[in-house]
């Protein structure tokens, strides 16, 4: 082996690592919006602007990607050169990184000018820029409290200048493409580097993100389902060489009724084996998308399907979703009640409903009441039942694996391998 060739291998044994990133807990958007009396308003909201989305009525629509009212884990990243703070989601169900851009909030002159973005009732299904849309008659500045990128900061900064756009339910992040130093990691935190890592700089968002305790969100899905086909900043950080292994751990803490206090830890480059057990078993991926497998089984109490489905390990659902027929057996099992206001299943809080078992693989994998009882966070003392009615329409996973599941077991994400396995989490 040459010299160069030695000093190149030596090099990047420096720099792998593997990295633990602490979590913080929030109050998700859905419970907010329950405790404001908001949230049926909100989805009726969304499914219009579905029926909008589906017809082709909607102005330009980039990818459809999932919402994030569920979302209650958020962990701290840096861009540029000095390093600027950022709180993000860090979502195994999707694959882009975006925050807000300095520039993010700035209300379009055209708002006015266009009758589908000065009309409050047609701006947030019609209208193009949803800068133009929010909470107000007209408009609101839905990066009124988040932390924004000003790359004029950064020595490390690239421009791109690529628009990209991603469509949620109730709107969508818009803004242009740049390029700098990431780390996984907040300033004063164990931190995992990557440079040249291409993100969004969002100059508009949707009028459901104000006021959220996040700024931006971190994708760790893979490419294939990138908007634009941007590497993520995970397999981006593999490829370069800067992890031990090509993997990484998530342990979530228990959910309660606190918030902003630790919510478990990302271990980037290795296996948590100071939270998680011995990996119980791999499942490998029957598509390198999402984080999607085949679950053969699932039930609870005296009910059980053995049907067979298509499902996803994604941390960006606070809930496990699936068809609603299978979803009111294991409900019904559990005594629990819809609510249709809602779109959840409810419980009294305290009570101590039959485990939801999960089987992939030749195992059997049992969620216990204390990841499947959830505060509503309206006052009352009723509890979520953790699995609710959620409908791909034929596209996609028929199952959503959240953060129930993973808080029961840590989720091991092998990205090289294309699989994911399943540890006993040790939190009592």
């Known amino acids: 082996m040459s010299r160069t060739l030695i000093l190149l291998a030596l090099v990047a044994c420096a720099y792998s690592a593997v990295v633990q990133v602490p979590l913080l807990k929030v109050e998700s958007i859905r419970n907010r919006m329950i405790r404001q009396g908001t949230y049926a308003e ?34 701290n990243i840096t861009i540029g050169n000095p390093q600027q703070q950022f709180k993000v989601i860090l979502d195994t169900g999707s694959s882009n990184l975006w925050i807000p851009d300095i520039t993010c909030g700035t209300k379009p002159i055209n708002c006015q000018s266009d009758p589908k973005c000065s009309s409050s009732l047609l701006c947030q299904f019609e209208c193009e820029d949803q800068a133009c849309c929010g909470a107000g008659p007209n408009y609101t500045d839905s990066c009124l409290l988040q932390a924004k990128f000003d790359s004029s900061k950064s020595k490390t900064y690239v421009a791109n200048g690529q628009n990209f756009i991603i469509e949620y339910g109730t709107g969508s992040a818009r803004g242009f493409l740049g390029q700098d130093t990431i780390t996984f990691g907040g300033v004063g935190e164990p931190q995992l580097t ?29 490419k294939s389902i990138a908007v ?10 593999v490829n370069q060489g800067l992890v031990d292994q ?3 751990t998530v342990f979530l803490e228990h959910e309660g009724d606190q918030n902003g206090v630790p919510g478990g830890v990302y271990t980037y480059g290795g296996l948590d084996t100071t939270n998680c057990g011995p ?3 791999y499942q490998q991926l029957s598509s390198a998308t999402y984080y999607q497998f085949k679950m053969s089984a699932i039930g609870a109490g005296s009910y059980k399907s053995t049907k067979g489905w298509q499902v996803i390990s994604d941390t960006g659902t606070s809930l496990i979703g699936g068809p609603a027929s299978i979803v009111s057996g294991i409900a019904s099992a559990a005594g629990a009640t819809y609510n249709s206001t809602y779109g959840v299943y409810l419980v009294p809080c305290g009570t101590k409903v039959p485990t939801v078992d999960i089987t992939i693989g030749s195992n059997v994998y049992s969620v216990d009441s204390s990841n499947t009882v959830i505060p509503l966070g309206d006052g009352s003392n009723n509890c979520i039942f953790a699995v609710f009615p959620f409908n791909s329409f034929g596209f996609g996973p028929s199952w959503i694996l959240g953060d129930p599941f993973i808080r029961q077991y ?11 396995g399943f540890a006993k989490s040790l939190q009592k």
């Open 42 to 75: 909100y989805l009726k909201t969304k499914e219009l602007r579905r029926l909008y989305i589906n017809r082709g009525e909607a102005a330009t629509v980039g990818q459809i990607v999932s919402d994030y009212e569920d979302e209650a884990y958020v962990g």
């Open 410 to 420: 840590c989720n091991v994400y092998d990205v090289t391998n294309q699989r994911v």
């Open 194 to 222: 990557v440079p040249n890592q291409v993100f969004g700089q969002a100059t508009s968002l949707a009028a459901f993100f104000e006021g959220q305790p996040l700024d931006g969100i971190l994708g760790l899905a893979f």
């Open 228 to 237: 634009d086909q941007i590497t993520p900043p995970f397999i981006n950080a």
């Open 246 to 248: 090509p993997i990484f």
């Open 279 to 281: 990996v119980l078993a």
